[in-house]
């Protein structure tokens, strides 16, 4: 149970952002209203194996990283230097690309929070991250390795496990920094980064845990793009600025993006009393399924009963809500209209931030949370870029005798949904991620007042 | 016997260019190696990495070793030469 009382501050964030160099590069682009998606090489080198050619990504050898091969023709990175020295090599040695980005990302916010060794290193501090893990290079050519080529197991390499296992971001993060609490993973499909943040403020909030470096991770993988293609759910036709479009009415699908996004959560009054640079206060998170039994299809009673949860102990009124919105037919629009139906028709602006660099899967929740940190600090709300076209006409489910919601077309709620950044008054945002089997999640953020 | 020194000098060097590889060896400490160091006492080399820089040798000079080598291998430089050289043997035998 919630010990009465206790709060959780955000005091520290990093990541890893494509075609960005640090987070403050991050910040001036996202308000900018650049669109931070490339056509992606990797993919267009398979030609007519892959219908999508786009993406936010961050190459192997970008942020001061590169990737070391074991002999020169092998695609399998035995391992990766850091070239600007944050990094040990011994920890290197246990990380794939995501769990490094994941150490960077760690300290930095770290370093943000101010945290000192001792603390860093407390039974009080945990490490709470995951990844959604669709796909991992180093798996598949290990296998590859034993399967096709009949080589012996070694030749996979010693650190095929600890480079794929299941919560490797957040136990490489663990042996980097040294703490003594929890170090665990949550994972839940593109819900992983908002509900590692989530459980980490739950941790704090009873009490369990002072401080948490929480987030998640997609370590760039064409492996896990392959996956998402072969759905038919990818953007496909447009150029890569245009490529993401939640709400148009032409969109028709995501982009498969990858990144990584570490906050540094501390016990409110712990944080204040130590004078600590307080960039947010997490007022609450809720989380639930859909319990419909659908895997993929968005439910609207699921996301009703979000907000309604969300809302249980103190009525909260956003001034912006930072959308799941990723730009595939069926998602945006069954969204908006749960916020509508929750919120009302007007008083509140949709940010999706999606539009600018993709869906980052597993890194989805918490990069998107500190965009919203950054609306907060900015006071300035980011945009649904070319969301150029809204649907004048009813949506199909809108037909349907069972539905209850808001019988406008979206095109009726175009105030809602800016295309441009731009300033105004903001406290609190509310954050939104779904994933698949239908889990849906939540958090409120406001400013420290 | 002069010909074995050679070929054992020739395969240490060798072995040096696999460690150069190695990213969790410090490469000031293959500056003095001689056969008689210990890549667990004088190379912190963790033990997780010992079968990494035996796979890299079974790369660099064609050769294959039994699993039992493996599990007998000593954590010196010179345990590693001589089962180089007895793989080799195998394979010409």
Redesign the interface.
Same mark, same amino acid.
Request: glycine share 4%.
């Given at each position: 149970m919630p010990v009465r009382g206790r709060k959780v501050a955000i005091v520290g964030m990093g990541g890893a952002f494509p075609d960005c160099a640090n987070l403050a590069d991050f910040s001036n682009k996202m308000f900018s209203n650049k669109v931070l998606i490339r056509e992606w090489p990797k993919a267009v080198e398979y030609n007519k194996q892959i219908r999508s050619m786009v993406s936010g990504f961050i190459n192997e050898n970008e942020l001061g990283i590169e990737p &070391?091969y #074991? %002999?020169a023709g092998v695609e399998y990175p *035995? /391992?990766y %230097?850091d070239t600007l020295g944050r990094i040990p $090599? &011994?920890n290197?040695?246990t990380a794939d690309l995501g769990s490094v980005w994941a150490m960077i990302a760690t300290k930095e916010a770290i370093e943000m929070a101010g945290w000192t060794t001792a603390e860093t290193q407390s039974e009080q501090t945990g490490v709470v991250m995951g990844s959604g893990g669709g796909g991992n290079q180093i798996a598949r050519l290990a296998w590859h390795a034993f399967y096709v080529l009949k080589k012996?197991t +070694?030749?996979a390499?010693?650190?095929t496990i600890d480079r794929t296992m299941g919560y490797r971001e957040a136990a490489n993060v663990s042996c980097l920094i040294k703490n003594r609490g929890v170090c665990e993973s949550i994972v839940s499909a593109c819900a992983t980064g908002l509900g590692n943040i989530g459980y980490a403020y739950r941790l704090i909030k009873m009490g369990l845990q002072d401080r948490a470096v929480a987030g998640g991770v997609e370590g760039t993988a064409l492996e896990t793009f392959i996956g998402f293609d072969a759905m038919m759910v990818l953007s496909r036709g447009f150029s890569a600025a245009e490529s993401s479009r939640p709400f148009d009415v032409n969109r028709n699908g995501f982009v498969c993006s990858f990144g990584a996004g570490i906050v540094a959560l501390e016990e409110y009054e712990m944080a204040k009393a130590r004078g600590a640079k307080i960039y947010a206060v997490i007022d609450d998170y809720f989380n639930n399924s859909d319990g419909d039994g659908n895997m993929f299809y968005p439910s609207s009673d699921g996301q009703r009963r979000l907000w309604q949860g969300l809302s249980a102990d103190v009525e909260i009124k956003p001034d912006v809500v930072k959308v799941h919105g990723t730009a595939t037919p069926v998602g945006d629009i069954i969204e908006l209209l749960s916020v509508v139906d929750k919120l009302g028709e007007t008083g509140y602006h949709v940010s999706a931030p999606k539009s600018q660099f993709g869906h980052m899967l597993g890194a989805a929740g918490s990069v998107e949370l500190i965009t919203a940190i950054l609306m907060l600090e900015n006071q300035k709300v980011l945009p649904c870029v070319n969301s150029t076209n809204l649907n004048t006409e009813l949506e199909t489910f809108q037909k349907s005798p069972n539905w209850t919601g808001s019988m406008k077309p979206v095109s009726e709620y175009r105030h809602l949904i800016p295309q441009e950044s731009f300033a105004k008054e903001i406290n609190p945002v509310v954050c939104l991620n779904y994933g698949f089997g239908g889990t849906n999640s939540a958090m409120a953020l406001s400013k420290d007042i | 016997m002069e010909n074995q020194d050679l070929d054992r000098k020739e395969i240490l060097n060798g072995l040096i260019e696999v460690l150069k /590889?190695v +990213? /969790?060896i410090d490469p000031a400490r293959l500056e003095g190696i001689t056969e008689e160091t210990d890549f667990m006492t004088d190379m912190d080399t #963790?033990s997780? *990495?010992l079968?990494?820089i035996?796979?890299?040798v *079974?790369?660099k000079f064609g050769i *294959?070793f039994e $699993?039992e080598d &493996?599990d007998e291998l000593g954590s010196k430089v010179k345990d590693i030469i001589n089962l180089i050289i007895k793989a080799k043997e195998r394979a010409n035998s």
């Open positions: &070391i #074991p %002999v *035995e /391992t %230097v $090599d &011994i290197l040695a012996k +070694r030749m390499g010693s650190h | /590889t +990213r /969790t #963790p997780t *990495e079968i990494n035996a796979a890299k *079974e790369q *294959e $699993d &493996i």
